[in-house]
């Protein structure tokens, strides 16, 4: 079953290497898709659609965003019937284009946040099904994963305010001010005073 044509909307642009653009389209059905780019961007040719990643014959898309630059391409969020909102890789191939973790498994809806950048690594706050936790990723499958906490049982609080400062990573869970450096367990370092919320 073909979809509906959608209403055109401005496409979302990331370099990423090989002279690739990583766009977003807004045309028949929102799918990760490339176009090469000269020197120029005048030189920029018509979009192709990377991969369907919407695989159903049910009217939807992938919706893909949070485009954010990695190690050779660039990691994204997209949405599918079968596992919901999840984290996935292009390198601008569909052959490259590929699910990283499907951290909350079947189709939940993993609620994946801001990428925040610290040396080879992006670390964000995704649901497993049981709470936001802490994740960490170098764009490969082998180096997605759960940094914090690795408790199961529900959680209270979820990590918030990812800051980058000093070569480590820092972020608020409650009141508590925790630190982590290079995927190593985060580690408590203060308190936040409540009187000044967030």
Partial sequence: MSRPPKSRSHPRVLRVPAALLVVLLGCGGREPSEAPLGSQRSALVA?????????????????PTRFTPVDGGAVFVASTPTEGAELYFSAGTAQSTRLLVDA??????????????L?????????DGAGLRLWQTDGTQAGTHLVWPHDSSPLAVAPDSLTVFGGALYFVAGSALLRTDDGAPPTSVGTVDSAFPR
Avoid at 119 to 127: F, V
Wanted: charged residues 10%; hydrophobic residues 40%.
């Fill in 47 to 63: 979009p192709v659609k990377l991969k369907d990643l919407w695989l159903t014959p049910v009217q939807g898309d992938s919706s």
């Fill in 104 to 117: 909350w498994p079947g189709p939940g809806n993993a609620a994946i946040g801001p990428m925040t950048r």
């Fill in 119 to 127: 040396g080879a690594w992006l670390y964000y706050a995704a649901n």
